[in-house]
């Protein structure tokens, strides 16, 4: 008899999820990972996160229309009273999401607007 689960105590640290599934899946599973140029980690993780999602009805994310500023990025621009673009395509503090993105393993996503930053 299968044991229950139990919820994440410190839900801002990684955690364990062991799966077993048949060889031929898993094949399949490092087959895709290559394809797309990451690691069997990151495509799992992307894959459970877009479930999830799916399942709170909450759209699929757009692609970034800008990459996340850098430290440098953001100095050259205070520097020469410039306004940056942000991922979500906004410009300057628009979006509230610029400072604290949310990790997903390699990968985070700006919480405001569901936007893959890096």
């Keep these: 008899m299968p044991h229950k689960p139990k ?18 899946f898993k094949n399949q599973i490092i087959d895709l990972a290559a394809a797309r140029g990451v690691s069997v ?3 799992i993780l992307a894959a459970l996160r877009a479930a ?7 759209p699929e994310p757009p692609q970034a229309r800008a ?4 430290t440098v990025d953001q100095i050259r621009a ?14 300057g503090t628009e979006c509230a999401g610029t400072t ?9 996503y700006c919480p405001e607007c569901n936007i893959r930053v890096a």
């Design 41 to 43: 980690n990151q495509w």
């Design 7 to 24: 919820r994440a105590s410190e839900p801002e640290l990684d955690h364990h999820v062991v799966l077993r599934v048949p060889g031929w």
């Design 52 to 58: 999830v999602l799916a399942q709170q009805d909450i």
């Design 78 to 91: 205070y520097a020469e009273g410039e306004r940056l673009t942000l991922p979500c395509g906004k410009v």
């Design 67 to 70: 990459p996340l500023p850098t």
């Design 100 to 108: 604290s993105a949310q990790r997903l393993g390699a990968h985070q």
